[in-house]
Nanobody, 122 residues
Framework: QVQLVESGGGLVQAGASLTLSCAASGPTFSRNYMAWFRQAPGKESEFVSRISWSGGGTAYVDSVKGRFTISKDNAKNTVYLQMNSLKPEDTAAYYC???????????????WGQGTQVTVSS
Protein backbone atom coordinates (compact mmCIF):
# COMPACT_ATOMS: atom_id res chain seq x y z
CA GLN A 1 0.00 0.00 0.00
CA VAL A 2 1.39 3.36 -1.02
CA GLN A 3 1.45 6.03 1.64
CA LEU A 4 2.14 9.71 1.11
CA VAL A 5 2.86 12.18 3.89
CA GLU A 6 3.06 15.89 3.14
CA SER A 7 4.65 18.58 5.23
CA GLY A 8 5.84 22.15 4.94
CA GLY A 9 2.70 24.23 4.61
CA GLY A 10 2.08 27.37 6.60
CA LEU A 11 1.02 30.99 6.70
CA VAL A 12 3.29 33.43 4.87
CA GLN A 13 3.14 36.89 3.39
CA ALA A 14 2.99 37.55 -0.32
CA GLY A 15 6.41 37.27 -1.90
CA ALA A 16 7.67 34.70 0.57
CA SER A 17 8.80 31.15 -0.13
CA LEU A 18 7.78 27.74 1.15
CA THR A 19 8.93 24.22 0.39
CA LEU A 20 6.47 21.36 0.56
CA SER A 21 7.66 17.80 1.04
CA CYS A 22 5.97 14.52 0.22
CA ALA A 23 7.47 11.35 1.67
CA ALA A 24 6.38 8.25 -0.22
CA SER A 25 6.42 4.63 0.82
CA GLY A 26 5.11 1.39 -0.60
CA PRO A 27 5.47 -0.42 -3.93
CA THR A 28 7.38 1.73 -6.39
CA PHE A 29 5.57 0.33 -9.43
CA SER A 30 2.39 1.86 -8.07
CA ARG A 31 3.88 5.33 -7.69
CA ASN A 32 6.12 5.88 -10.71
CA TYR A 33 4.74 9.36 -11.18
CA MET A 34 4.24 12.01 -8.55
CA ALA A 35 2.24 15.19 -8.65
CA TRP A 36 1.06 18.12 -6.61
CA PHE A 37 -2.52 19.33 -6.75
CA ARG A 38 -4.18 22.13 -4.83
CA GLN A 39 -7.71 22.98 -3.88
CA ALA A 40 -8.92 26.36 -2.72
CA PRO A 41 -12.21 26.72 -0.83
CA GLY A 42 -15.15 26.49 -3.19
CA LYS A 43 -12.99 25.55 -6.15
CA GLU A 44 -12.15 22.33 -7.94
CA SER A 45 -8.87 20.55 -7.48
CA GLU A 46 -6.16 22.01 -9.72
CA PHE A 47 -3.04 20.34 -11.10
CA VAL A 48 0.10 22.19 -10.01
CA SER A 49 3.11 20.11 -11.04
CA ARG A 50 4.29 16.58 -11.76
CA ILE A 51 7.51 14.57 -11.99
CA SER A 52 8.62 11.01 -12.50
CA TRP A 53 11.09 9.26 -10.24
CA SER A 54 13.42 9.04 -13.22
CA GLY A 55 13.47 12.82 -13.25
CA GLY A 56 11.68 13.39 -16.51
CA GLY A 57 8.15 14.39 -17.30
CA THR A 58 8.13 17.59 -15.27
CA ALA A 59 5.27 19.95 -15.95
CA TYR A 60 3.63 22.94 -14.31
CA VAL A 61 0.35 24.75 -14.51
CA ASP A 62 0.88 28.09 -16.26
CA SER A 63 0.08 30.12 -13.16
CA VAL A 64 3.12 28.78 -11.26
CA LYS A 65 5.68 28.54 -14.04
CA GLY A 66 8.84 30.40 -13.12
CA ARG A 67 7.87 30.50 -9.43
CA PHE A 68 7.48 26.83 -8.40
CA THR A 69 9.99 24.04 -8.86
CA ILE A 70 9.32 20.35 -8.39
CA SER A 71 12.17 18.02 -7.50
CA LYS A 72 12.77 14.63 -5.96
CA ASP A 73 15.25 12.75 -3.84
CA ASN A 74 15.14 9.10 -4.79
CA ALA A 75 17.23 8.04 -1.80
CA LYS A 76 14.69 9.61 0.55
CA ASN A 77 11.64 8.69 -1.55
CA THR A 78 10.62 12.31 -1.21
CA VAL A 79 9.25 14.82 -3.68
CA TYR A 80 9.50 18.53 -3.07
CA LEU A 81 7.66 21.60 -4.28
CA GLN A 82 9.71 24.76 -3.89
CA MET A 83 7.34 27.71 -4.04
CA ASN A 84 8.79 31.19 -4.50
CA SER A 85 7.17 34.59 -4.90
CA LEU A 86 3.98 33.31 -3.37
CA LYS A 87 0.77 35.16 -4.14
CA PRO A 88 -2.54 35.27 -2.26
CA GLU A 89 -4.09 33.29 -5.12
CA ASP A 90 -1.75 30.40 -4.26
CA THR A 91 -3.70 29.92 -1.02
CA ALA A 92 -5.05 26.38 -0.99
CA ALA A 93 -4.72 22.94 0.48
CA TYR A 94 -1.88 21.22 -1.37
CA TYR A 95 -2.02 17.50 -1.96
CA CYS A 96 0.66 15.08 -3.05
CA UNK A 97 -0.46 12.30 -5.39
CA UNK A 98 1.09 9.16 -6.85
CA UNK A 99 0.13 6.99 -9.78
CA UNK A 100 1.24 4.88 -12.70
CA UNK A 101 0.50 7.39 -15.44
CA UNK A 102 2.23 10.61 -16.38
CA UNK A 103 -0.74 12.90 -16.50
CA UNK A 104 -2.21 16.13 -15.15
CA UNK A 105 -5.63 14.59 -14.56
CA UNK A 106 -6.63 14.27 -10.94
CA UNK A 107 -8.63 11.10 -11.58
CA UNK A 108 -5.56 9.31 -12.90
CA UNK A 109 -3.72 9.35 -9.59
CA UNK A 110 -4.35 6.44 -7.28
CA UNK A 111 -2.86 7.56 -4.00
CA TRP A 112 -3.15 10.81 -2.10
CA GLY A 113 -1.65 12.41 0.94
CA GLN A 114 -3.62 14.11 3.67
CA GLY A 115 -2.87 17.59 2.39
CA THR A 116 -1.04 20.58 3.81
CA GLN A 117 -2.45 24.09 3.99
CA VAL A 118 -0.69 27.01 2.37
CA THR A 119 -2.05 30.45 3.19
CA VAL A 120 -0.57 33.56 1.61
CA SER A 121 -1.59 36.91 3.05
CA SER A 122 -1.48 40.12 1.06
Amino acid sequence: QVQLVESGGGLVQAGASLTLSCAASGPTFSRNYMAWFRQAPGKESEFVSRISWSGGGTAYVDSVKGRFTISKDNAKNTVYLQMNSLKPEDTAAYYCAAGRRLTTRVESYDYWGQGTQVTVSS
